[in-house]
């Protein structure tokens, strides 16, 4: 009689695997836990830059192109989501592309200081208010 038991991988110790979370989310999940629990992957990668977290995707297409997109996104705040920025014959330039992109939409979308701010802080310096 021949012995018929499957054979096991061996068991790897010190290797943690996180657990997925669901792209619903629930009332604990934020972008950095997400970014923590590991779905960030070869065509996948996530960034922190500025208080947001950038995730970039590189979409494989019918035409053997890689699509650039990108997730923006920062706790209590709402997501900002594009598709198809650019396209690239090569996944990791997508992703990089992407990135560069979101970094330089921050940059440019977030103001750090609101101007009712900026006119009070002038005023009491004994500037002229503007």
Not at 14 to 26: D, E, I, K, L, Y
Not at 39 to 57: F, G, I, N, P, R
Not at 86 to 105: K, N, V
Request: glycine share 6%; with cysteine.
């Amino acid at each position: 009689m021949m012995n018929m038991h499957r054979s096991r991988k061996p068991e790897r110790s010190g290797v943690v695997q996180h657990p997925r979370m669901t792209s619903a989310g629930g009332p604990s999940e934020t972008p950095a836990t997400r970014r923590r629990a590991g779905q960030c992957s070869a065509s996948k990668m996530c960034v922190d830059h500025e208080d947001y977290v950038l995730t970039a995707t590189a979409t494989p297409t019918h035409s053997h192109l890689y699509s650039a997109d990108l997730l923006v996104e920062r706790q209590g705040h709402r997501k900002h989501s594009v598709r198809g920025l650019d396209y690239f014959y090569d996944a990791a330039q997508a992703l990089l592309y992407s990135i560069e992109w979101g970094r330089l939409w921050v940059t440019n979308n977030v103001k750090s200081i609101p101007k009712r701010h900026m006119n009070t802080v002038t005023a009491e310096a004994g500037g002229e208010q503007r």
